[in-house]
């Protein structure tokens, strides 16, 4: 058998924002724990050409840290293209893990329309991205993933469950039997009760965003209650990085980016983490909180 020479960790929106930051923790904070094994971080974007930008930016950024293999450290940044949307480039991701799998996926990458928009187009696009791609990219990569393995999804707390005000829909949320079909139904009544104009009474929240994130946290955790049944032997988790100060979070949010970056980052790469908690959780300040 041949033995994991390299660990490989993947981040989606890295070219900006958490993403950015969450690549830039993950060098540094794996560089200082001096392990043997190298580490290949993709930083991914779904433009390449801010994504060409942003890997450079960072490897000018890290330079004097002599932790990237350019500069004879153990940790190399590469960039690839991923779009949520568009399933050519998570195939074409896939591809280049495929031969030797990877041990790290931090979901990141999300829109948020403005607070004032919402219809059904609203609903479906952000649905198209923060839920259905984020699906896509586990469903492809989540067969890859090597033992000890983790994903870490970058959820939020405007994704909590008392905003739905039905407590049959929180309840169906929150079961311990929803498995992907059933969640999926549920994502599709909140589209179908919107186009009807008829989701408030169906209890849902005038809140695409808030929605698609309570589907990333469901959706946590039937793949970890999958990946335990399979004796998978790897943690999926979900987190919220608190309001942090980029541009979806806006100028007056009191967290900078690495502090948003903090709990995907521990998430991804402590020891603690393993014996801390059950799988599947969602997380914030590095702690499990009720969701
Ligand atoms: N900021 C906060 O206060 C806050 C709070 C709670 C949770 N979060 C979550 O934290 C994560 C990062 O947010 P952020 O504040 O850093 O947002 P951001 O600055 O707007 O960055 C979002 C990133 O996602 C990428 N993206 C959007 N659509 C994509 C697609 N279809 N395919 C691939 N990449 C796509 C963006 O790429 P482009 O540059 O090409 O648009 C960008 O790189 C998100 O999941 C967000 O929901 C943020």
Redesign the pocket.
């Known amino acids: 058998m041949e033995v994991c020479v390299t660990k490989v960790a993947l981040v989606?929106?890295?070219?900006?924002?958490?993403?950015?930051?969450i690549v830039r923790n993950l060098a540094l904070n794996y560089a200082k724990r001096s392990s043997d094994i190298p580490l290949t971080i993709f930083m991914?974007?779904?433009?390449p050409n801010?994504g060409q930008e942003s890997l450079k930016k960072i490897k000018h950024e890290l330079k004097s840290e002599q932790i990237l293999k350019d500069d004879g450290g153990n940790v190399d940044l590469k960039f690839l293209r991923?779009?949520?949307?568009?399933e050519q480039?998570i195939k074409d991701v896939k591809g280049v893990l495929a031969d030797d799998g990877f041990d790290i996926l931090i979901?990141?990458?999300?829109?948020?329309f403005g607070r004032d928009e919402f219809d059904v187009n609203v609903v479906r696009f952000t649905l198209a991205?923060?839920f259905y791609?984020t699906l896509n990219i586990c469903n492809h990569l989540y067969p890859l993933i090597r033992p000890n393995g983790r994903i870490i999804n970058?959820?939020?707390?405007?994704g909590l469950l008392n905003i739905l005000s039905s407590s049959k829909l929180r309840k169906e949320f929150s079961r311990d039997d929803l498995d992907m079909n059933g969640l999926i139904g549920l994502m599709k009544k909140f589209e179908n009760d919107v186009e009807k104009n008829k989701w408030k009474e169906e209890g849902w929240p005038t809140k695409a965003?808030g929605v698609s994130?309570i589907g990333l946290t469901a959706m946590t955790k039937v793949f970890a209650r999958r990946a335990d049944s399979e004796g998978k032997n790897i943690l999926v988790h979900a987190c919220?990085?608190?309001?942090?100060?980029?541009?979806?979070?806006?100028p007056n949010?009191p967290?900078n980016?690495d502090q948003?970056a903090k709990t995907p980052v521990y998430l991804a790469l402590d020891e603690d983490v393993v014996p801390k908690t059950k799988n599947g959780e969602f997380w914030r300040d590095e702690k499990v909180v009720p969701w």
């Open positions: 989606t929106g890295a070219n900006k924002g958490i993403g950015y930051a991914t974007a779904r433009d801010l991923l779009d949520l949307t568009d480039s979901n990141n990458a999300a829109i948020a991205t923060n791609g970058v959820s939020s707390s405007a965003y994130k919220c990085p608190g309001w942090v100060a980029t541009d979806m979070g806006g949010a967290r980016l948003g």
